[in-house]
């Protein structure tokens, strides 16, 4: 699906990835550091990714997430934003994208990214846990629901107990 119309998108390349440079993002969104956030805007307008990373092979096959250097800069930017899933453009596929930058995958020609499933696990245990307590911290209505669709989008189902 097209980005959400309104979103904020994030425009990054060569050189800010390869200087793990997050000040794009930061200007951007506004989200200068991780306690600056007022989460109900990002909430209603969202945020998405431009990556304008050129290859030294124009012929090199592989997408944006199997290049190490582009994986690392959302190592860095999750490392720094671990809340960020909750705020991305869903409807556009940045959380499916997001997650394949940090969890080890490999691509198949018949049905795209697959995950290694021990791994997607765990990423996704790690954002439910991080995610409901940030949702929470920030009094946000219907923390469980919204934390449990994140789960869902990237393929696990999880029940209340985990978050209990």
Not at 1 to 15: C, K, L, Q, S, Y
Not at 66 to 81: G, H, N, Q
Not at 123 to 151: C, E, G
Request: hydrophobic share 40%; aromatic share 10%.
């Amino acid at each position: 699906m097209p980005p959400t119309e309104g979103r904020f998108d994030a425009v990054i390349d060569n050189d800010i990835i390869r200087r793990l440079d997050l000040s794009p993002f930061q200007a951007t969104t506004g989200i200068t550091s991780p306690l600056s956030v007022e989460p109900k805007e990002f909430l209603e307008r969202t945020i998405g990714f431009t990556i304008n990373y050129t290859r030294e092979d124009p012929r090199d096959p592989r997408e944006s997430s199997e290049f190490p250097d582009i994986r690392l800069w959302f190592v860095r930017l999750d490392a720094t934003y671990p809340w960020l899933p909750v705020l991305l453009d869903w409807r556009a596929g940045e959380l499916a994208r997001y997650a394949a930058m940090l969890v080890p995958h490999q691509m198949n020609m018949k049905m795209g990214v697959v995950f290694n499933p021990e791994a997607l696990e765990l990423f996704i245990m790690k954002k439910v846990f991080i995610v409901y307590s940030w949702l929470k911290q920030h009094n946000i209505p219907k923390p469980r629901l919204k934390t449990s669709d994140i789960a869902r989008m990237l393929g696990c189902a999880i029940g209340d107990e985990i978050i209990d």
